[in-house]
């Protein structure tokens, strides 16, 4: 990492993606703002930091109140220059659309899409003054494939079109935008329905890779992105999901399609 006494904010840093995503930036040498809606948690993560010698700050703040992102930023470029962002924060609604009630929509897109425009709109203006830096946002393979949660798909799809859009936009200004897909991934969001044995045993089956992800490996991946080693690399998404929506899942009928070659066809 070149960005030298540069600061990293990260937000949803109080768990799962964005805490491991705080951790590996921090030991790639940059100071981190930790943001998050529940203050304790983003606490408990610079605890953490900087008992491992990093530096930190915490800050409770809900990505969707403007005032409060605005108030933020300034205080977490005490900590350096603002060269990286991470959107990271997100919720989920389990609720096809007829099951969906309209606060529920507007709360999913208001967390994982406009969340990510509060702080694109109040970090951008301030990575710009400081030579320009990156931005990784975490999308999600439901924004490439019908994930089974409507608002969480179309939230995630406008997180994969927003950093198309901005590479172009941000470039004058040297910064690079960029997102993850992660696919499941071990971490609170998904708890619930991991600790199901049938599902999770169905999550491993449709992965080729044969486990499910960790949050650090979703990290090692915002770091390369957030990185000079990927200074050409903008306007582009890193699917990091073991595999899962490189291929059909045919379920138990899979080997049998595999091996097959009927008499009719020789």
Known sequence: MSYDGACAIVTGAGSGIGRACARRLAADGLAIAAVDANEKAAKATVDELTKDGHRAAAFGVDVTDEDAVA????????????????????????????????????????????????????????????GGGSIVQIASIAGHIGYGFTSYTAAKGGVLAMTK????????????????????????INRDTLSTQVIHDATVS????????????????????????????????????????????WGDAGERLHSYHSQEQR
Do not use: C
Request: hydrophobic share 50%.
């Open 165 to 188: 859009q901005l590479a172009g936009e941000l470039a004058a200004d040297n910064i690079r935008i960029n997102s993850v897909s992660p696919g499941v991934v071990h971490t609170g």
């Open 71 to 130: 108030a933020m930023v300034p205080q977490a470029a005490e900590l350096g220059a603002p060269r990286v962002l991470v959107n990271a924060a997100g919720i989920i609604v389990r609720k096809k659309l007829l099951e969906s009630t309209l606060d529920e929509w507007r709360r999913v897109l208001d967390v994982n899409l406009t969340g990510y425009f509060v702080m694109l709109k109040n970090v951008i203006p301030a990575m710009a003054a400081a």
């Open 206 to 249: 449709a992965t080729p890779l044969g486990r499910i992800g960790q949050p650090e490996d979703i990290a090692s991946v915002v770091a390369f992105l957030a990185s000079e080693n990927a200074g050409y690399v903008t306007g582009a998404d890193l699917v990091a999901d073991g595999g899962m929506i490189s291929q059909v899942n």
